[in-house]
């Protein structure tokens, strides 16, 4: 098992440019994430999906869309990038019950210009 | 809402030292509760979890923590630090009885150092 991957890995942009970073997991989990993380920040939750077909706001999704493609992949994508949203970005799934963890994806470090 | 803060962004300890990294929490309802462990330039891995059972948690790499509902606190310790303990340590919480989809959140972390 892959368990969660990420594309790419790392990414420039130009202020203003689009792109989608990709996740994908190979564990049936139902419930899948996109996280930021920041210097000092810790990590900041984006968007969620808690199953297929459904996807909602986290604490910070302003700038971001994000698509539940199907049960095994999550994509997010950025519209007009901006430097503020130079970070690493992070993929996690999980399965029911609650309390169970999350299982994260190696990252994609983007930088925007 | 809940909120999860470590105290001490850096933690630096020698070799064979103990280990203690702090983490309190904020909620109403004790949550649950989870240490995770990120290497340099690699994604988050579980040391691991609170839910419900033993207060005494033990996790991978001689990691446990104690769950202290008094306290609020969930700190993490090792007895004897080895040098591929470096790495940053998040603790998180998650709503035990609100929270659709299992939601996290993070601590701001603790990056520990550990000298030869």
């Known amino acids: 098992n892959a368990g969660v991957t990420q594309t790419p890995k790392f990414q420039v942009l130009k202020t203003g440019q689009s792109m989608t970073l990709q996740c994908a997991q190979d564990?049936?989990?139902?419930?899948m994430y996109w996280y930021r993380q920041d210097p000092g920040m810790g990590l900041r939750l984006i968007y969620y999906?808690?199953?297929?077909?459904?996807?909602d706001k986290g604490e910070v999704p302003n700038g971001y869309n994000v698509s539940r493609l199907n049960k095994r992949e999550f994509s997010l994508r950025l519209e007009s990038a901006a430097p503020s949203q130079t970070s690493v970005y992070f993929c996690?799934?999980?399965?029911?019950?609650?309390?169970?963890?999350?299982?994260f994806g190696p990252g994609t470090r983007l930088t925007v210009t | 809402a809940q909120s999860v803060t470590q105290l001490g962004s850096h933690v630096s300890v020698s070799e064979g030292a103990l280990v203690l990294l702090r983490c309190n929490y904020s909620?109403?309802?004790?949550?649950?509760l989870f240490w995770y462990v990120q290497y340099p330039n690699q994604g988050l891995q579980l040391l691991l979890k609170y839910t419900s059972a033993a207060t005494l948690v033990k996790g991978i790499n001689g990691f446990e923590a104690e769950f202290k509902k008094s306290e609020t606190s969930f700190h993490l310790t090792k007895p004897s630090a080895h040098m591929s303990d470096a790495a940053e340590y998040f603790c998180?919480?998650?709503?035990?009885?609100?929270?659709?989809?299992?939601?996290?959140?993070f601590g701001q972390g603790t990056e520990l150092s550990v000298k030869p």
């Open positions: 909620s109403s309802v004790p949550p649950y």
């Open positions: 996690a799934s999980r399965n029911p019950p609650q309390g169970s963890e999350q299982y």
């Open positions: 998180a919480v998650s709503d035990r009885l609100h929270n659709q989809g299992g939601k996290l959140i």
């Open positions: 564990m049936n989990h139902n419930s």
């Open positions: 999906s808690a199953s297929e077909g459904t996807t």
